[in-house]
Every structure is written in C-alpha cells, then in structure tokens.
C-alpha cells in the first residue's frame, strides 16, 4: 500500500495543473453555469482564486462577508438579502451572459485564508475585479471596493455602483418579488377603517358637529398656549426644581423661566377664572330663581377673586419689584 500516497499526490497535482490550463472562457462557463443554478456562487479560498485570477475577460464582483452569528456582523445579515437580490435579478435578466458578470460570495467561514491575504478585519466587503484582458478591460484593472462607510446599501444603489465601472454592457435592473402580506394587510386595513367609519358616522357626526365640543377644544387650547405651553418644549424645561432648602419649587423667579408644573398650575387656574366668567355671564342669568341667582353671583364672584388674588401673588414671585397684591395672599 505504499504506493497509495504516492498515487494520491500525483492525482492532485495532475487536477491541480488541469485546473491552472483552464482558459479565461472556461472559467467563466463554469461559474456562469453555477450562477444559473444558484445566483450569487458560493466560493471558497479555492474557488476564488480561480475565479478572480488572471488573465481575465470578464467581470466578478466578489461579497466577503462573515453571516455566522459568532462574528455578531449585524450590517452583513442586513446586506445579505440585498446581495441575493441583486445577483438574482442580474442572471435572471442576463442569462446568455452578454454582461460578462460573476457574482460570488465568500464567507469567512470558507475563506480565512483569503481573508488573511487581503488583511481584512471588518465585513462586509465588496470587491469588484474588472477585465484584465479583452475589449471590455480597463487601463487600471486594479480591483475597485465598494463602500460601506453610510450602513445597509440596497439592492438598487449597488446595481447603479456596478453600472458605472460597466459602461457599454447590459446591465439588468432590479425585480424585486411582489410583498403579498404587505398588500394584503394595506387591503384589510383598508376595508376595515372604511367599514368602521361608515358605521360610526351616525354617531360621531353629532359630535363632530357640536358647538360645545367645538369651543371645550378651542378653550383648552387658548388656555394651554397662553400659560407657555410651547415655551416647555422649546427650551426643555424641567418639571419642577429644588429651592435650594431642601424643598420643591413649583414656579421660576424671571420671566425667562418657567417650570412644566407652573405651567399646568396656571393653565389651570386660567381656566377657572374662565369658566367663572362663563358662568356669571350665561348660566346666572338663566336662573328663575332670584335667591339663588344671587348666591350664584356672590359665588362666582368670590372664585373670581380668590383666583386672581393667587395669580397676582404668582405674578409677584416672577418680578418681586410687583407692588400690587390682594387679601389673603400678600
């Protein structure tokens, strides 16, 4: 049996130097055949060397990627179906080969030693190696590679990156598979929020058509924009603040600060007085009753006026030059 070894080495040199007399034509019939089958090629170290050596009368563009999840590349799982996309739909539009096109992917599962040569310490990388020789190669037949610097790329923004350095050769366009849940779910979405406001018209419309709604809406927003609201996100203010003695502060010293409870505080108190003043104004005079009208009107008028005696004692901490101030709060 010694002769085994010795039978083996030279059966794989002789493969090996059958391989190194394939032509430029052969190699890329063997690959275009492989593209047909499945599009992008799955390489090796072997196989993309073969691939991608010279002299070379067509074109590769070659993914080196690392998908296993113990590498954690995030941007190469997104790049993946892109690649597969753009491949696909190249073969399937250029299945003659008029293009001169190989698309490969190299994991770096299959090809550490690649990986290596080339000193790569990040993934995903695309390189693209032009014609060395024939009517299609370039004065640098250099490899070219794309950049992945701005995150995920689309199928459609690496074709148009390939088209470019492809001048005067077919270059098939996209096709991307139609998303049948994406307009199945738009087309229920769709029925369904027809459906439900055809059956709730009757009801909301009265709603939608009612005075009170209308002004309760207004009000509250007159009153949230006179008390600052908008100052709040603007500047993002914070909520409350402490007053240096241990304690909270509800309201800013100045006019060019504020506190979000102090706005709440005076949206509120705004809106009692509004609605003080609403009240003495319609509700009182519809009472029948003249005792009670007048308890109403005495009420009223007392909400009236403890509230702005608070609003002027407010007014007071944000300019203590304010001279002004009412009973009970000095």
């Given at each position: 049996m010694r002769w085994l070894p010795a039978f083996l080495s030279a059966t794989l040199f002789a493969a090996g130097s059958f391989a190194a007399k394939k032509t430029s034509e052969e190699r890329f019939k063997e690959f275009h055949a492989k593209s047909l089958s499945t599009a992008p090629v799955k390489l090796a170290d072997s196989s993309y060397r073969s691939l991608t050596s010279s002299p070379r009368d067509y074109t590769v563009a070659v993914l080196l990627t690392a998908l296993d999840n113990r590498f954690g590349c995030q941007l190469c799982r997104e790049f993946a179906p892109e690649w597969d996309l753009l491949a696909k739909s190249w073969i399937k539009g250029d299945k003659p080969g008029a293009s001169r096109m190989v698309f490969g992917t190299l994991d770096f599962s299959d090809g550490r030693e690649?990986?290596?040569?080339?000193?790569?310490?990040?993934?995903?990388?695309?390189?693209?190696?032009?014609?060395?020789?024939?009517?299609?190669?370039?004065?640098?037949?250099?490899?070219?590679?794309?950049?992945?610097?701005?995150?995920p790329q689309s199928a459609e923004q690496v074709r148009e990156w390939l088209a470019r350095h492809m001048p005067g050769r077919p270059h098939p366009a996209i096709q991307r598979p139609i998303n049948w849940m994406k307009w199945i779910s738009t087309f229920v979405i769709t029925s369904g929020s027809i459906t439900g406001a055809y059956v709730a018209w009757p009801y909301v419309l009265p709603i939608v058509q009612s005075r009170n709604v209308w002004a309760a809406v207004t009000l509250i927003s007159i009153l949230l924009f006179t008390s600052a609201h908008m100052f709040n996100h603007i500047r993002k203010v914070p909520y409350v603040a402490g007053d240096g003695k241990g304690g909270i502060s509800y309201f800013a010293g100045g006019f060019q600060n504020q506190y979000g409870m102090e706005t709440q505080v005076i949206a509120a108190m705004y809106g009692v007085l509004s609605?003080?003043?609403?009240?003495?104004?319609l509700k009182v005079p519809r009472l029948a009753d003249p005792k009670n009208q007048g308890i109403a009107v005495l009420a009223w008028s007392g909400v009236l006026y403890f509230m702005y005696a608070f609003l002027l004692s407010i007014f007071r901490v944000k300019n203590g030059g304010y001279p002004y101030s009412l009973p009970p709060f000095f």
């Open positions: 690649t990986f290596v040569s080339l000193g790569l310490q990040t993934a995903p990388v695309l390189y693209f190696f032009p014609p060395t020789v024939g009517p299609h190669a370039p004065a640098n037949s250099d490899p070219i590679r794309y950049d992945f610097t701005n995150g609605f003080a003043v609403i009240s003495l104004a």
